[in-house]
């Protein structure tokens, strides 16, 4: 019972910056039992891969080829996950999806679109 809409995705030159912010709607209970937030990304050929995630109490995890660069965050209701992305570099293109645990289940966006050029 969690829907997620990613968004901030678009275009951007080597070494620019872009935001991205994933918004979760659902029942209050279930943003309750919400114990992890995160941000997946996948190019055309490739694995979906972990770039950051965020859990109770702030714990942060990031994949070592966005750390310095990467930075995730979080609201205290668990209604919004953001992604503020610096020194960007043409193999960060991908979708990059939101993805949100409870006890029961996984909920993963639709994906928003970043493509950066040389």
């Known amino acids: 019972q969690v829907q997620l809409v990613e968004s901030g995705g678009g275009l951007v030159q080597t070494g620019g910056s872009l935001r991205l912010s994933c918004a979760a709607s659902?029942?209050?209970?279930?943003?309750?039992?919400?114990?992890?937030m995160g941000w997946y990304r996948q190019a055309p050929g490739k694995e979906r891969e972990l770039v950051a995630d965020?859990?109770?109490?702030?714990?942060?995890n990031y994949a070592d080829f966005v750390k310095g660069r990467f930075t995730i965050s979080r609201d205290n209701g668990w209604k919004t996950v953001s992604l503020q992305m610096n020194s960007l570099k043409p193999e960060d293109t991908a979708v990059y999806y939101c993805?949100?645990?409870?006890?029961?289940?996984?909920?993963w966006g639709q994906g928003t679109q970043v493509t950066v050029s040389s």
């Open positions: 993805r949100a645990r409870t006890s029961s289940r996984d909920y």
């Open positions: 659902g029942s209050t209970f279930t943003f309750n039992v919400i114990n992890v």
């Open positions: 965020i859990r109770s109490g702030s714990i942060r």
